[in-house]
T-cell receptor, first 115, second 111 residues
Framework: DTEVTQTPKHLVMGMTNKKSLKCEQH?????MYWYKQKAKKPPELMFV???????INESVPSRFSPECPNSSLLNLHLHALQPEDSALYLC??????????????FGEGSRLTVL | GQNIDQPTEMTATEGAIVQINCTYQ??????LFWYQQHAGEAPTFLSY????GLEEKGRFSSFLSRSKGYSYLLLKELQMKDSASYLC????????????FGDGTTLTVKP
């Protein structure tokens, strides 16, 4: 199994809603990532979890709250988002973290629209 | 910090060869990745270079010169399905090994 699975594929939410994005991998990877990607732009790193601990937070606003319940699962909790947060949210994993991490395996993404 | 430059767009003909360049400036280099991303899909890994030289993988090859801060991705025998965005990503040997992506090169393959 070389897949990273993300749900939901599409999400529309209002600015007062609370929702969550979910990500799962069963490759035994020890690092998991959240990226945000706007149209015609590269992925921008948001968070990195290494061995289930948050290792990088790229100064992301607190309305985005990551959670890593176990080594296979990664969630992104969303609350009080703004329309400019509308984007494709990509989950990725790698075998390890840090300078010897290896390549990233990306999920298909969750396309978020904030009204 | 890191600064990565790639051409924004390229066009090539089916069956031809195309070279996509990537130049970078980084405070600590620990590898360069190339990813392919079709419109509306997730990026997929193509190649990885950490030492100088050429890495070949079927129709795709990637080259790295660390002293020049330069890499290229070479695509041979182009097919229509190669139309996609190609992302160069540089990994740091500091900052927890974070990888930073260039803006990507959109390649259009024409018949």
């Amino acid at each position: 199994d070389t897949e990273v699975t993300q749900t939901p594929k599409h999400l529309v939410m209002g600015m007062t809603n609370k929702k969550s994005l979910k990500c799962e991998q069963h490759m035994g990877h020890r690092a998991m990532y959240w990226y945000k990607q706007k149209a015609k732009k590269p992925p921008e790193l948001m968070f990195v979890y290494s061995y289930e601990k948050l290792s990088i937070n790229e100064s992301v606003p607190s309305r985005f709250s990551p959670e890593c319940p176990n080594s296979s699962l990664l969630n992104l909790h969303l609350h009080a988002l703004q329309p400019e947060d509308s984007a494709l949210y990509l989950c990725a994993s790698s075998q390890d973290a840090g300078p010897s991490a290896g390549e990233l395996f990306f999920g298909e993404g969750s396309r978020l629209t904030v009204l | 910090g890191q600064n990565i430059d790639q051409p924004t767009e390229m066009t090539a003909t089916e069956g031809a060869i195309v070279q996509i360049n990537c130049t970078y400036q980084t405070s600590g280099f620990n590898g360069l990745f190339w990813y392919q991303q079709h419109a509306g899909e997730a990026p997929t890994f193509l190649s990885y270079n950490v030492l100088d030289g050429l890495e070949e993988k079927g129709r795709f090859s990637s080259f790295l010169s660390r002293s020049k801060g330069y890499s290229y991705l070479l695509l041979k025998e182009l097919q229509m399905k190669d139309s996609a965005s190609y992302l160069c990503a540089v990994r740091s040997n500091t900052n927890a090994g974070k990888s930073t992506f260039g803006d990507g090169t959109t390649l259009t393959v024409k018949p």
